[in-house]
């Protein structure tokens, strides 16, 4: 394992909590940075203008090392998404700054944005067992660097905490995105357990030189949500997962950062706003609902929306929510909305029943599956029972429309619904990520589902394709890390999935 880190990650830093924001010199801006539009989404590494997909195994197996972790990159073609032009990187494939060791779980995150603004987006792969220094699992991230033939091992570089702490899982989340002037490439974001940092490239050429990564922090950030009571203490977020979107359309991305609290209350699903502009990142305001969170513009009025997941937690009156509960906040001037309408499986409309422990809101997606004009909404209930058998999963998705989300023309999915490839089992957990995307083009995102417990926790990903009237099971098909080259048993294969 690489010792050192990098310099360049300097104290250039400042507290958002006070409404401070980074100053940085004019650039160009193109485009609008950070939107889930589908003209706007970053996960092209080739720049051939398909939407590739970026899929994390992070308990394979690597040179013997039992959960030392590996990604897949497949490539999107105008044919779609395949499995022979196929990309396979682990630690092992970062040209010496890494080393495959038990538990590091390389792929447990996965996000991509262009950081050096070259036209080609990047991987970015967390590793938060990774132990840095003789300190556990400290964690680490390592950037792999896009081009004209896509990823390629070796054409990486790594980024770490200034000073690791034990436990500290650097990579606990990440995205990428233009928040704001600082630079012509996306800004990236990385928490650990209590904080969230962003970094930017630096001004010049890169040539990726398999050691840290030239990247500058900008800021640093801890995360505290507002007390339920007035006579409460604050309590602190533990991130979970990061959306972006532009919800006060102003041309610059902003950032949502979603978890659970901790402390007198732990494990309330809350979500930290914080818009972009021009000179950088300003937190806003604390909006309960999390610790999964997407964004997409369901109503089609050129704002963003929030769209979070609570799969399991206590409300603010310490009841449990056991089936699971999604929250929408529409975009608007002020970005997301205080006003929230919450779904669960007991809405109106919404095919099943509210059930213990069918996590409903695991993971989130969202993009236009018909091509309305109107983004759609992916949930995954990894818990759900399928008859008697438990933990098996399924997956739903709802539409938007001008009013926001609908349950007009709701679908939903198991393993036994037919046109779906395989059987519903116990512990399948099909539903835990969800994925709307376009690797043809055509403007109609098709659903990548994982089951990451499949085949005896192996994981498999299906594939069903969009047309005219959304997601169908239509010429669904499946496939695993075996199926992509890669012989390795109980890897968790589709544990994350790159939204």
């Known amino acids: 394992m690489r010792k050192n880190r990098s310099a360049a990650l300097t104290a250039a830093s400042f507290l958002l909590l006070t409404g401070a ?19 706007d989404r970053n996960s092209d590494f080739n720049g051939d203008g398909y939407e590739d997909s970026l899929v994390g195994a992070p308990d394979a197996t ?7 972790g590996l990604v897949t990159v497949q490539y999107g073609s105008p044919t779609g998404l395949g499995t022979r032009e196929v990309a396979r990187l682990s630690e092992d494939s970062t040209g010496g700054d890494g080393t495959p060791e038990a538990g590091d779980g390389f792929g447990t995150v996965v996000a991509s944005g262009d950081l050096n603004s070259d036209g080609y987006d990047d991987a970015v792969v ?13 964690g680490r991230v390592t950037i792999f660097w896009g081009t004209k033939q896509g990823l390629r091992a070796g054409l990486s570089d790594w980024l770490e905490a200034e000073e690791p702490r034990r436990g500290e899982r650097f990579g606990t989340a990440l995205a990428a995105a233009r928040f704001s002037g600082a630079t012509e490439g996306d800004v990236l974001a990385v928490t650990d357990r209590d904080e969230l940092d962003t970094y930017t490239y630096g001004d010049g050429p890169h040539i990726p030189d398999n050691g840290a990564a030239p990247l500058k922090r900008r800021s640093t950030h801890r995360l505290t949500a507002p007390p339920a009571r007035a006579a409460a203490a604050p309590r602190t977020i533990l991130p979970v997962s990061l959306t972006t979107g532009d919800y006060d359309n102003n ?10 609290t901790a402390g007198a209350e732990p494990g309330h699903g809350w979500s930290t706003y914080l818009s972009g502009h021009k000179e950088g990142l300003t937190k806003e305001r604390d909006l309960r609902g999390g610790p999964v969170a997407a964004s997409g513009d369901l109503n089609n009025d ?12 206590p409300d603010d009156g310490g009841e449990t929510l056991t089936g699971g509960l999604v929250g929408v906040r529409l975009g608007g001037a002020n970005g997301p909305s205080a006003a929230v309408k919450w779904w669960t499986q007991g809405s109106a409309g919404v095919p099943g029943a509210v059930e213990k422990g069918d996590r409903w809101g695991a993971d989130l997606s969202v993009a236009d599956t018909d091509k309305d004009g109107y983004a759609d909404v992916a949930i995954g209930a990894p818990g759900e029972d399928v008859g008697s058998v438990a933990d098996a999963g399924a ?13 007009r023309g709701v679908r939903s999915w198991t393993q ?24 043809d083009r055509d403007r109609r995102f098709d659903l990548l589902a994982s089951a990451p417990g499949e085949n005896g926790g192996d994981g498999v990903v299906w594939f069903l394709p969009s047309g005219t009237g959304g997601v169908g099971t239509a010429g669904a098909w499946t496939y695993g890390v075996k199926s992509l080259g890669v012989p390795v048993d109980g890897a968790a294969f589709g544990a994350a999935i790159d939204e």
Do not use: C, F
Not at 62 to 68: C, D, F, N, P, Q
Not at 126 to 138: I, L, Q, Y
């Open 251 to 260: 041309g610059y991305a902003d950032l949502v950062v979603s978890g659970v």
């Open 302 to 313: 050129g704002y963003d929306d929030l769209v979070t997941g609570e799969p399991a937690s």
């Open 395 to 407: 997956v739903w998705v709802l539409r938007g429309a001008a009013d926001g989300l609908t349950t």
């Open 416 to 439: 036994n619904t037919t046109g779906v490839p395989g059987v519903a089992e116990r512990g399948d957990r099909w539903g835990a990520q969800v994925r709307l995307a376009d690797p």
């Open 21 to 39: 924001a980074v100053a940085a010199a004019p650039a160009a801006v193109a485009g609008t940075p950070g939107s889930t539009r589908a003209d």
């Open 126 to 138: 967390s590793a938060p067992g990774e132990d840095v220094d003789g300190v556990p699992d400290a």
């Open 62 to 68: 690597v040179r013997g090392h039992k959960g030392a």
